[in-house]
């Protein structure tokens, strides 16, 4: 990729031109020592190969590690099998090269370190027995792994694993400043040569292109090839054509007299029945020439997209039907109240989602906003629950971990072609608080009396439970795993601490006033930093390599609910209890970019938020279900974003900050999934398709797959 090493070069440029020599001799240093090698594949599996090479096994894990923490967590949770896969086949490479280059002793040393983590697999249970065999390349289960097709398939495999990871990673905005550029060149070339097409034309005196109106020179649009979901999008321009067609087909009947020579032909007239039946709900009829017609009126109502098409209930006249009634196909009811004048400027009404009432949650799409931006593709309910669901988290597997307030954790997985299947059941005898994932099968909780356990997934059993801690008796208000140590944060009301996720002892205690009254804490990408909000309102970032706090400021009033990371973690969103909803810059920490309030009209907030995998939208809970809302202006993070007074942090001048506030920006109530309880805690999984998962008081979890246009 060499657009990185360009950014690289840009970076220590700039850095030497602003004369921080201190920061550039350790960013120097970083660029020799890092592990990506500058997202060159073929660097990178020299690197993994020369470790297998030289029998170092612990360069081998650390390096692998890293890769799982930092590239392979990114990707689609789907790729975790072939994570695993090649996680084992380059082990039995180190194995194989040992065994050839007759390393004995490495080979005990790699299942005296390895026993505890591999003796449960079952691909590993020949393998044990592999150093007490005496010639291993001629059993008949070794032979394969000896030949050179098999080592060489391996890291070729590993290589274009490498690479598509590496291709698939979101780039940061400082990398895609070249192709900016480019696209920006070739727009402003394309522009100058339609100028002179336009000028040879001689269309440079036409008034309407010199006023900038260029839609009547726009060529009719081509018939492409669509597919189901392009149609399933385009459904409300085909309601909007369908009611035109319905109100010009009123109008034959209550509009003025013609004179016979104006009156349409029978086949127009066969015609437009036609259209019109097509979505009539029940019969319509012709009436005779001059004679009085009563048309059944009532209010206009209007679905979403995703429910279906538009209909009508009935026009009667005084005259026999030339027609046979047809039957209803649809429950909604399309009709017009008052005159010819009344239809002609209902055209201009404002319309409301509505949704039938037998459903227990559905798709809502306010008016005037892009709702098909994000499609549903399925919804289904998780039951297994019988009271308040408190928290959801989803592994790197895709597997859902739920908990709810009589102490009961399930573990299952949302499967598209079947109903959702509970893979383990954890019992706590005290309430749950929290959850989190350490890896695709480790899962953590704490409990209301301070308790972290931690439970296996896969073997459905609990591993290890934490001892004396400054943490115990005291309800857990957060956790949050380290992406790359094994290490996790853990909360309470008075204390802050860091555990090892290996023994569950206290590996470090956070004693800083700032940390106190925590209310929730994330790691970011390399577990260097710790971001965390208070009850007091405060906003942080708290460095654990120098322990201390880097910065703080009061971004809110009241006390924040939870936070959560931009997808390139350099802003944070925060919401307090009150509703108001923030984006604060870690690049300029105390910098507030955004300020909202989420819309209370409807119903009363509850509960957390979840951001979209894009962080363009936001899911929130509420007392009638769950609602996504689209952020505008949220990534307004250029020239005219300041700080608000009052803030501090450790800026360019590490004082006090006063400047205007932030821009205020807009949430539009986008999709409602509507359910029976209120909402408790919500989740938006990552990918494409993503799962948005809302818990309610009645122990149910609404699961819908969105899929964002």
């Known amino acids: 990729m060499a657009e990185y090493q360009f950014v690289d070069e840009l970076v220590k440029e700039y850095l030497t031109f602003r004369g921080f020599t201190t920061t550039l001799k350790y960013f120097e240093v970083d660029l020799k020592n890092e592990k990506e090698k500058g997202f060159r594949v073929d660097r990178v599996v020299e690197s993994l190969n020369q470790c297998i090479s030289s029998y170092d096994l612990a360069a081998l894990l650390d390096n692998w590690k890293h890769f799982e923490n930092h590239i392979f967590s990114k990707i689609d949770p789907s790729k975790a099998s072939s994570v695993r896969k090649l996680e084992s086949s380059l082990l039995k490479l180190y194995l194989i090269n040992c065994i050839q280059n007759r390393q004995s002793e490495k080979v005990k040393q790699f299942f005296e370190k390895m026993t505890p983590e591999l003796q449960n697999a079952n691909e590993w249970k020949d393998w044990f027995a592999l150093p007490y065999i005496k010639d291993p390349q001629e059993n008949q289960t070794f032979l394969l792994y000896f030949t050179r097709n098999w080592q060489d398939t391996v890291m070729i495999s590993l290589h274009n694993f490498l690479m598509i990871c590496f291709q698939s990673l979101p780039p940061p905005r400082l990398a895609d400043c070249q192709k900016t550029a480019a696209r920006i060149k070739y727009l402003k070339e394309e522009i100058r040569d339609l100028k002179l097409k336009l000028a040879k034309a001689g269309y440079d005196q036409d008034n309407q292109i010199s006023t900038g109106n260029l839609k009547y020179m726009q060529a009719p649009p081509s018939q492409d090839i669509m597919d189901d979901f392009f149609l399933i999008a385009q459904e409300t321009e085909k309601r909007d054509t369908q009611i035109r067609s319905i109100k010009s087909f009123l109008k034959t009947f209550t509009g003025q007299k013609k004179s016979p020579s104006s009156l349409p032909n029978n086949n127009s007239s066969q015609q437009l029945s036609t259209t019109a039946s097509s979505t009539a709900t029940t019969s319509i009829s012709t009436a005779k020439p001059k004679q009085p017609i009563s048309v059944n009126k009532a209010p206009l109502k209007r679905i979403s997209p995703s429910v279906g098409k538009l209909s009508l209930t009935s026009v009667t006249s005084t005259a026999p039907a030339p027609h046979p009634p047809r039957e209803s196909v649809r429950e909604e009811v399309l009709t017009e109240q008052g005159n010819e004048e009344d239809m002609q400027n209902s055209d201009s009404k404002d319309t409301k989602s509505v949704v039938p009432r037998t459903s227990t949650f559905d798709l809502l799409a306010t008016p005037g906003t892009p709702g098909n931006q994000l499609l549903l593709l399925g919804q289904e309910e998780y039951h297994e629950h019988r009271s308040s669901v408190v928290k959801l988290e989803v592994s790197t597997a895709g597997y859902v971990a739920s908990a709810d307030v009589s102490g009961v954790i399930k573990i299952w997985k949302p499967e598209a072609s079947s109903h959702p299947t509970t893979a383990a059941t954890f019992i ?46 005291q309800p857990i208000s957060v956790l949050s795993s380290s992406p790359c140590e094994n290490l996790f944060l853990a909360a309470s009301t008075n204390s802050v601490v860091i555990l090892s996720s290996k023994t569950l002892s206290v590996e470090k205690v956070l004693d800083v006033p700032e940390v106190r009254n925590l209310t929730s804490a994330v790691y970011n990408h390399n577990g260097a930093l710790v971001i965390f909000s208070t009850s007091l309102g405060v906003v942080g970032i708290y460095d654990l390599h120098r322990n201390e706090v880097l910065a703080s400021w009061q971004g809110h009033d009241k006390p924040i609910v939870t936070l959560q990371l931009t997808p390139d973690e350099t802003s944070v969103w925060s919401l307090d209890k009150a509703g108001n909803f923030l984006q604060s810059s870690l690049l300029r920490p105390g910098t507030k970019l955004w300020r909202g309030t989420m819309p209370t009209m409807d119903c009363e907030l509850v509960g957390e938020f979840a951001l979209s995998p894009t962080g363009d939208h936001v899911l929130v809970g509420s007392a009638t279900g769950a609602i996504v809302y689209r952020i505008d202006n949220a990534d307004n993070e250029g020239e005219g974003d300041s700080a608000l007074p009052g803030t501090t942090g450790l800026g360019a001048t590490g004082g006090l900050t006063d400047a205007s506030p932030p821009k205020r920006g807009q949430l539009v109530k986008v999709l409602g999934m509507k359910a029976e309880t209120t909402i408790t805690t919500v989740h938006w999984s990552s990918g494409d398709c993503g799962i948005l998962l809302a818990g309610g008081m009645d122990g149910s979890i609404k699961i819908s797959t969105l899929l964002h246009q």
């Open 428 to 473: 706590s005898g005290s309430p749950v608080s929290c959850l989190v994932w350490l890896d695709e099968r480790r899962l953590l909780y704490g409990t209301n009396k301070g308790q972290v356990r931690m439970c296996d997934s896969v073997e459905k059993c609990l591993i290890q439970e934490s001892g004396t801690t400054p943490l115990t008796g």
